[in-house]
Structures are given as C-alpha cells and as structure tokens.
T-cell receptor, first 116, second 113 residues
Framework: DGGITQSPKYLFRKEGQNVTLSCEQN?????MYWYRQDPGQGLRLIYY???????QKGDIAEGYSVSREKKESFPLTVTSAQKNPTAFYLC???????????????FGPGTRLTVL | SQQGEEDPQALSIQEGENATMNCSYK?????LQWYRQNSGRGLVHLIL?????REKHSGRLRVTLDTSKKSSSLLITASRAADTASYFC?????????????FGQGTRLTINP
C-alpha cells in the first residue's frame, strides 16, 4: 500500500451523522484522490486535488466534502446528505506531473464505512 | 462514466495455467494501466502501457494494447495461488478540463491449488 495511510480501517456511522475519513501520504505527491468502491464494482471518483488548497469534484461528489490544507493530507467527510454511504473508500496519490491523471496512482489500504 | 470494461467478469483456473483478461475502452487514450486488488485491500499498480506501445512485459505479466480495436489484454503466465485477486484496467479520459483515470469493473481471478 506504499506510503499512504488511511484511518480508521472500519467505521460505523449512525444515520444523520457526519464522519471524516483520514488519508495521509509521505510520498511528496502533489495529487491526491478519493474513490468509492461498491461490492463487485470498480472505482468511482469522488474528489481530487492536484495541489494544496485546491480540489475538484469528481463524478459522485454529492454528499461529500474534502479539504487540502497540507500537501500530505486529504481528509474526506461523508455528510448526512449522502443517502447511501455504505461502501469501501480508497484514497490515492500520484506525482502530479501537470498532465493530469495519466500517471501511476498509489493507493491506501481503504476504509470500510457502514451505516447502522 | 466508465471507460474500460473488463472481460470476463470472473475467471477460475488451476495453478500453473495462464490467465488472460481483456479490457475494452471507448475513446482515444494516452495510456492504459492495470491494477490488482486483493480482497478488502487497496489497489496495487502493475503496469502502464502507452498508446504508442503494443506490448509490455513485467515478470510473469504481459500486456498488449491494440489502439485500432480499443482493447488491451493482461496475461499472467504460470499462475500461482497468490495471484488470486481482482484485476482492473484504467484509462485516462479528458473530462471537464482535466485528465481523469477511469477504472473498469474488474475481473475476479481465482487460482485453484
């Protein structure tokens, strides 16, 4: 899983609660990403950040929020507005060559979120 | 959006046999990547092949790319039990002013001892 850590590994949320998933990298990468994975499915992009203090919505940003105050950290908040948040969440980073997303991405071990 | 689609969705073979997985995509690409995911874990990058390359090797992995057919294949030779995992292709796609990496739904590979 490279130099990316995610915590916690398992997270349980009650309906109506906001929860924050942590993602930290020590690879000195500029770009960071959050993906959602549902059982038996591929990855869908939630948010991405190509540089500190800047981030962009991905394909399924509704009900999620992020911040990028430090290069090494990209926390994801799952808000109560996300109607079906139970899923496996993966954080990734890449060097960020300025060419966008075409470079290799390095993934963390994931956080499994379950709504009770 | 979904750019790459893997085929088959699931593959079960005996240890020692070769495993072939295919990926098809819709639009032109700069490169195509293959990743592996062990159950409940993050993805691990296997290999990247650029649009001007036709074949690439890495250990027991062989990747081909046919841009005229918009398809790629991943061959794992002499499979081992440890190769049991899901395999995803990912292609770059230009959307809303930025390049994005778009993943397929994956092929679940099971190696039987």
């Amino acid at each position: 899983d490279g130099g990316i850590t995610q915590s916690p590994k398992y997270l349980f949320r009650k309906e109506g609660q906001n929860v924050t998933l942590s993602c930290e990298q020590n690879l000195n990468h500029d770009a960071m990403y959050w993906y959602r994975q549902d059982p038996g499915q591929g990855l869908r992009l939630i948010y991405y950040s190509q540089i500190v203090n800047d981030f962009q919505k991905g394909d399924i940003a509704e009900g999620y929020s992020v911040s990028r105050e430090k290069k090494e950290s990209f926390p994801l908040t799952v808000t109560s507005a996300q109607k079906n948040p139970t899923a496996f969440y993966l954080c990734a980073s890449s060097i960020g060559t300025g060419a966008g997303f075409t470079d290799t991405q390095y993934f963390g071990p994931g956080t499994r979120l379950t709504v009770l | 959006s979904q750019q790459g689609e893997e085929d088959p969705q699931a593959l079960s073979i005996q240890e020692g046999e070769n495993a072939t997985m295919n990926c098809s995509y819709k639009t032109s690409i700069n490169n195509l990547q293959w990743y592996r995911q062990n159950s409940g874990r993050g993805l691990v990058h296997l290999i990247l092949i650029r649009s001007n390359e036709r074949e690439k090797h890495s250990g027991r992995l062989r990747v081909t790319l046919d841009t005229s057919k918009k398809s790629s294949s991943l061959l794992i030779t002499a499979s081992r039990a440890a190769d049991t995992a899901s395999y995803f292709c990912a292609t770059d796609e230009y959307q809303k002013g930025a390049q994005k990496l778009v993943f397929g739904q994956g092929t679940r590979l099971t190696i039987n001892p």
